[in-house]
């Protein structure tokens, strides 16, 4: 299957600070990207869709000034969490659709866990 | 109604049975599903697809499909204590390309 990377795997800072993501498709071009965040013990959440070359959409509740999202070129897409507090603090996933066998297969990054002091 | 919906367990199955894991979808829309695995404090990984109506093999794994009942399921045969985590269900809608996820379904394979 397709192999999406995510840097880092694990963030530590304080409040108020900023942190970027990286998303990226390793062995494939990927136009859209999606931003997931899940919290312990909660399901999926999909917070915005990257789309290459255009803004991202955001789904509703989510916060288009805090969650800054670029989508830089076909294989890189970038989360910045902007003045993080630590309610902000959780599991950030990201996937890139790849067609397989006839259809869209969203292949998951490895995520990346924030902690906010 | 959520467009997907699983029964959030937990389900316990003894190592060795087969486990059988079950999803419903509300919109009729939907031409793909998608069966994701999910350990504890890692990502999402994907088992298998279909979307075809009937039965798709691969392994242990067999995911069932019935558009008419608008019904997935993925049955794991010789179920193995490794099996045990949180298993994500998921459309794709026609003309969509995000899938929509199921809560997901918790799996514990007694040894």
């Known amino acids: 299957g397709a192999v999406v990377s995510q840097h880092p795997s694990r963030v530590i800072c304080k409040s108020g600070t900023s942190v970027k993501i990286e998303c990226r498709s390793l062995?494939?071009?990927?136009?859209?990207m999606f931003w997931y965040r899940q919290f312990p013990k909660q399901s999926l959440m999909l917070m915005a869709t990257?789309?290459?070359?255009?803004?991202?959409?955001?789904e509703q509740g989510v916060e288009k000034d805090k969650f800054l999202i670029n989508h830089a070129s076909l294989t890189l897409s970038t989360l910045t969490v902007t003045s993080a507090h630590p309610e902000d603090s959780s599991f950030y996933i990201c996937?890139?659709?790849?067609?397989?066998?006839?259809?869209?297969?969203?292949?998951f990054g490895p995520g990346t866990r924030l902690t906010v002091l | 109604q959520k467009e997907v919906e699983q029964n959030s367990g937990p389900l316990s199955v003894p190592e060795g049975a087969i486990a059988s894991l079950n999803c419903t979808y509300s919109d009729r829309g939907s031409q793909s599903f998608f069966w994701y695995r999910q350990y504890s404090g890692k990502s999402p990984e994907l088992i298998m697809f279909i979307y075809s109506n009937g039965d798709k093999e691969d392994g242990r794994f067999t995911a069932q499909l019935n558009k008419a009942s608008q019904y997935v399921s993925l049955l794991i045969r010789d179920s193995q204590p490794s099996d045990s985590a949180t298993y994500l269900c998921a459309a794709l809608r026609t003309g969509a390309n995000n899938l929509f996820f199921g809560t997901g379904t918790r799996l514990t394979v007694i040894p």
């Open positions: 996937s890139a659709p790849s067609a397989s066998e006839g259809t869209d297969t969203q292949y």
């Open positions: 062995d494939f071009q990927a136009t859209t």
């Open positions: 990257s789309n290459e070359g255009s803004k991202a959409t955001y």
